[in-house]
């Protein structure tokens, strides 16, 4: 009934800079939270940032200042600005959002997108 799409994952060079996006369709009536998280190899995945659909932002503290979570409430996407890249920053990234459908409005469901992968090379 809904699909998270990611896009921009890429290999760059520390210092580098990508922008993902990830654009929700659907049956859908609202989109409340949407995140980015992110899993490196061997690791646990771990929340990178939150933004609400009143555009509070949280962000995990290794990325504060380097990142930005922004989003366009028309087209249903939410982007990740990834600037001052560093190896650590490498993982899979994922978004997800907590979204009501237009054939049950008052539920709340989670849904995650399918990974992109981003590489940083030192």
């Known amino acids: 009934q809904v699909q998270l799409v990611e896009s921009g994952g890429d290999l760059v060079q520390a210092g580098g800079s990508l922008r993902l996006s990830c654009a929700a369709s659907?049956?859908?009536?609202?989109?409340?939270?949407m995140r980015w998280h992110r899993q490196a190899p061997g690791k646990q995945r771990e929340l990178v940032a939150t933004i609400t659909s009143g555009g509070s932002i949280t962000y995990t503290d290794s990325v504060k200042g380097r990142f930005t979570i922004s989003r366009d409430n028309a087209k249903n996407t939410v982007y990740l600005q990834m600037n001052s890249l560093k190896p650590e920053d490498t993982a899979v990234y994922y978004c997800n959002a907590e979204i009501r459908l237009r054939s049950s409005p008052l539920r709340r469901n989670d849904y995650w997108g399918q990974g992109t992968q981003v590489t940083v090379s030192s």
């Open positions: 659907g049956n859908i009536f609202r989109i409340n939270d």
